[in-house]
């Protein structure tokens, strides 16, 4: 029995050959999200991802590259790693599936359910789909074709080992009956029901005989076979409680789960064979205390899925949301709140580039951003940069309906995080932001500021301010992690928001005046939109789509020239010696001799023996160019492909390692590439870049 206030959050376990794109950054965050607000909240986290590392694709790709799968999962698991860092994603443990220990534990599974005869061996003639590894039924199949993913099926007989999943579909029923949480949100909860009520649950084919799939983990009973990948994938879910919490003896408190989030997509994988796999693994055990371990999870929410400015997201279309770029050119605290605020969660949305501008700017620029900076700005011109004390009301309905609202909202927000509603969060707290707008509007601070006698009533303005934009940042930071802190920092609080706060620390109640402030640089700057075609790169600042002196979210970058060709050959002859202080300068005739040009990647391919050379073909519309670039160590050949970036038309060609490059590459970093340049909008391959 689970007696302390624990939360247990998870994600999908994500396949590792998959290239991270905005579906899987969503979930993530949105797990992230309710992980900071918990922990916030003082409740015992503890934030699950990972990676499903098993299955036929992993094996398929591995011998395609000549590796060995292990390897080859090794090579690629930090695309997954490094970007949760870059969206600053404070997971507890990171599973991948070829753990040794998770197999253990999904092997003593396998054993427990066959020894009670949960499992048994049987012939299976069917439809499979190798794509999805998985076999249809007759009906499902029309045309000859995969009903999920279209490809061409196959006819396929063989022994396998069989789950009796069939046998719990009454427990199932009743179980979502009831319990009203446990898939949300209601809509998806109503599908499964209407499913499991209308068509008999068949069992579950849980094994592959290696002669087709060897890269699983072994039967215990045979080892002519390996386990379905998602029979291994979802144990994930309690394997990991055993070995990677920092608690000894192992962290099994945490169970049951407080939410699985996952994609709708993979809601009957989860709400179905996951629930199943669990009664089962209760059904193997007399003993209460065992039988509780396997409790079914509180909550399985099934959020949408995104489409790309109107499209669905394929790699063949080219139009693969890539979360690195978007960290890259909005910065991760922007992408985190784009994602949450645009669309509510479990419902479909759409991105575009220009909608994520329109809601940066307007919620955060002019939003909070403004907020504190005005704020800040009138507290440093007239109280010598200290929180002033308040004084008597300047307009009391305003100020009644702000501290009314500050009052509310704890209580309305925790409502909306038991309810996963991030959107009508998000929409609570720019309330509050534009009540204080109209406030500070409205009692024209800087008008208080010029009369003597008005210093108490512009004092009770800035007071108001500060003490709203404390509870802004408090409220804010589960989105915003860095951002939140940052406002605490500017307000003088010593604050850390990663750690536990009492509840009174934010109350409106709490005194803040004495505070000195430290007002910094701005929080969002605007982001200005380039001409279609046109675009500016603002100087000593990477984040080309940012007004110059943006935040830097990691240390400034100034664009480079990302190949192993020494930087000077694109560059004109410097007018002046540089200094280490300030570069040389060049005329503009210097610099319109380099010919840039938006580039679309046809393909992309690892140069053999170097970690560092990738051989890209690009097309520049009318021609087609090859280019080797200095990019490999942070970028995956694949995830290149359908990218638009920028290149330097007019080099004199040049071989590098025996290949011949035509071009070069336009990157942000010095020694160590941090981003390519791409554009906001769809710019034509061809089109010139000054
Ligand atoms: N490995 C399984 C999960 C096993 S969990 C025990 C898997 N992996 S995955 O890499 O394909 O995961 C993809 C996740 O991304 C799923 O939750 C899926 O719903 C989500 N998305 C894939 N495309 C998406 C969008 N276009 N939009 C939003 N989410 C999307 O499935």
Same mark, same amino acid.
């Given at each position: ?14 396949? #590792?050959?998959? #290239? ?12 992230? #999200? ?12 503890? &934030? ?98 995969? =009903? ?20 719990? +579909? ?5 179980? @979502? ?7 949300? =949100? ?151 709140? &784009? ?52 004084? $008597? ?61 008005? +210093? ?95 935040? =830097?979210?990691?240390? $400034? ?10 930087? +000077? ?18 005329? @503009? ?34 021609? +087609? ?15 290149? #492909? ?49």
């Amino acid at each position: 029995m689970n007696t302390r206030d624990t939360f247990y959050i998870t994600t999908p376990i994500y396949y #590792v050959n998959d #290239v991270p794109h905005i579906g899987h950054a969503y979930t993530t965050v949105a797990a992230d #999200v309710l992980a900071r607000y918990w922990r916030l909240r003082g409740r015992e986290v503890f &934030f699950l991802t990972g990676l499903d590392e098993h299955g036929q694709k992993v094996q398929q790709a591995a011998a395609k590259a000549g590796i060995d799968p292990q390897a080859h999962c090794d090579r690629l698991a930090p695309q997954f790693t490094n970007l949760w860092q870059r969206l600053n994603i404070s997971n507890d443990a990171f599973i991948r599936t070829t753990d040794k220990q998770h197999q253990v534990v999904v092997q003593r599974y396998l054993q427990q359910l066959y020894d009670k005869q949960l499992i048994y061996k049987a012939d299976y003639t069917g439809w499979y789909c190798t794509y999805d590894e998985r076999f249809w039924t007759e009906k499902d199949v029309v045309g000859g074709l995969c =009903p999920d993913c279209k490809r061409p099926i196959e006819r396929l007989s063989e022994h396998n080992y069989f789950f009796k999943m069939g046998q719990y +579909q009454e427990r199932l029923i009743d179980h @979502i009956r009831t319990h009203e949480d446990f898939i949300r =949100p209601a809509s998806r909860r109503n599908e499964v029901l209407g499913f499991l009520q209308t068509q008999k649950l068949g069992d579950l084919s849980i094994s592959r005989p290696k002669s087709r799939l060897s890269w699983g983990i072994e039967l215990p009973f045979d080892e002519n076979y390996v386990t379905y990948v998602w029979f291994d994938a979802l144990v994930n879910y309690i394997s990991a409680l055993e070995y990677l919490p920092n608690e000894k003896p192992a962290g099994l408190g945490y169970w049951p789960a407080n939410v699985h989030l996952v994609g709708k997509d993979i809601l009957t994988t989860h709400a179905v064979y996951w629930s199943t796999m669990l009664m089962a693994l209760a059904d193997t055990t007399e003993e209460d205390e065992k039988r509780a371990y396997f409790a079914l999870p509180k909550t399985i929410f099934a959020h949408g899925w995104w489409t790309v400015d109107g499209e669905k997201m394929s790699k063949s279309r080219g139009n693969v949301v890539d979360p690195n770029a978007m960290v890259d050119q909005f910065d991760a605290d922007a992408f985190r709140y &784009f994602l949450l605020r645009e669309v509510p969660f479990g419902q479909d949305g759409d991105f575009s580039r220009s909608t994520m501008v329109t809601t940066i700017n307007s919620a955060l620029a002019n939003g909070i951003g403004n907020l504190l900076s005005r704020t800040l700005t009138m507290i440093e011109r007239s109280c010598a940069g200290t929180i002033p004390d308040r004084g $008597p009301a300047v307009l009391p309905e305003l100020e009644q309906r702000i501290e009314d609202l500050a009052r509310q909202l704890p209580a309305r927000i925790e409502a909306g995080y038991n309810g996963l509603l991030f959107r009508d969060i998000l929409l609570m707290i720019e309330e509050l932001n534009s009540a204080c707008d109209e406030y500070i509007d409205k009692s024209a601070p800087w008008k208080l500021a010029k009369q003597p006698e008005a +210093q108490p009533q512009l004092h009770t303005v800035l007071n108001t301010s500060a003490r709203a934009l404390r509870l802004l940042a408090i409220l804010l930071y589960p989105f915003m992690p860095q951002a939140a802190q940052q406002m605490i920092h500017q307000l003088g609080l010593p604050l850390d928001l990663s750690k536990p706060i009492s509840t009174n620390v934010g109350d409106w109640d709490t005194p803040i005046a004495g505070s000195r402030i430290q007002k910094g640089v701005a929080l969002f700057p605007r982001i200005l939109l380039a001409e279609p075609g046109e675009y500016k790169l603002t100087g000593g600042d990477a984040r080309i789509y940012k007004a110059k002196g943006g935040r =830097p979210v990691s240390e $400034p970058t100034t664009p480079s020239l990302a190949t192993t060709t020494p930087p +000077q050959i694109a560059t004109p002859a410097p007018a002046a010696a540089p200094t280490a202080a300030q570069p040389a300068q060049i005329t @503009i005739d210097d610099f319109m001799k380099v010919q840039l040009k938006a580039a679309k990647v046809l393909a992309a391919e690892r140069v053999p023996k170097s970690e560092k050379l990738l051989k890209l073909q690009v097309s520049l519309g009318s021609e +087609q160019r090859q280019i080797v670039a200095g990019i490999g160590k942070k970028y995956e050949p694949d995830t290149l #492909v359908g990218k638009t970036i920028v290149i330097v038309a007019n080099l004199k060609p040049a071989k590098l390692m025996g290949i011949e490059s035509q071009g070069m590459v336009l990157a942000a970093g010095d020694s160590e590439v941090r981003g390519l340049a791409t554009f906001i909008e769809d710019v034509e391959p061809g089109t010139k870049v000054k």
